[in-house]
């Protein structure tokens, strides 16, 4: 069963255009949020993350947001920029039920054009 | 070191034979975890360590999977009698304390044949 979905296989954007990524999960035990990058052949790197105490983190181009409520989260990348194409996964842990193991959606892949 | 390492990159065995691929946390890490990406995107949870301590083994398939990380070696994963089925690339993870993120190696492609 999926705990972590990403309903887009893949998203084109524009270069300096903003990026949205979104993911929803199912399980309410899950209360710590992370965004990783993947490039072909390479393992993910981690980009940012946030606790569910929180409603939105930001770090530089990236922000994360979490609505608990609806169990949806989202990664907004602005301004887009050609490096930034690369496949991008959610990932959720239920860190107060002990469980660090990660729960990953299966990823949007990130198209920025020049 | 400042990074995950993991070897060999990639590894052909033929089905029935035994794998083992090795993982060097960063560090200074307490926890190392184990993941299976099976076809391209979908990544499996195995297996996790703190120090040299079993700590969830949740997803492992007990019957022909095992690992260890032993002080001042790398940490291992062996699968005996491998599968087609076990053909994957296998990440290893390591994250420096409970609710922190974890940092991932480069993965070790594993082909049955």
């Known amino acids: 069963d999926q705990q972590v979905k990403q309903n887009s296989p893949s998203l084109s954007v524009q270069e300096g255009r903003i990026s949205i990524l979104n993911c929803d999960y199912t399980?309410?035990?899950?209360?710590?949020f992370l965004w990783y990058k993947k490039y072909p052949a390479e393992g993910p790197t981690f980009l940012i993350s946030?606790?569910?105490?929180?409603d939105k983190n930001e770090d530089g181009r990236f922000t994360v947001f979490l609505n608990k409520s609806a169990k949806h989260l989202s990664l907004h990348i602005v301004p887009s920029q050609p490096g930034d194409s690369a496949v991008y996964f959610c990932?959720?842990?239920?860190?107060?039920?002990?469980?660090?193991?990660?729960?990953f959606g299966k990823g949007t892949s990130l198209l920025v054009t020049p | 070191g400042e990074e995950v390492a993991q070897t060999p990159k990639h590894l052909v065995r033929g089905e029935g034979q035994k794998a083992k691929l090795y993982c060097a946390p960063i560090?200074?890490?307490?926890?190392v975890f184990w993941y299976q990406q099976v076809l391209k995107n979908e990544f499996k949870f195995l297996i996790s360590?703190?120090?040299?301590?079993?700590?969830?083994e949740t997803g492992m398939p007990k019957e022909r999977f095992s690992a260890k990380c032993l002080p001042n070696s790398p940490c291992s994963l062996e699968i005996q009698a491998t599968k087609l089925e076990d053909s994957a690339v296998y990440f290893c993870?390591?994250?420096?304390?409970?609710?922190?993120?974890?940092?991932f190696g480069p993965g070790t492609r594993l082909t049955v044949t």
């Open positions: 946030i606790s569910s105490i929180k």
């Open positions: 560090k200074g890490h307490s926890y």
């Open positions: 993870a390591s994250s420096p304390d409970r609710g922190h993120e974890q940092y």
């Open positions: 990932a959720a842990s239920a860190l107060s039920n002990s469980g660090y193991a990660l729960n």
């Open positions: 360590f703190q120090n040299e301590n079993v700590f969830d």
């Open positions: 399980n309410s035990m899950f209360d710590y």
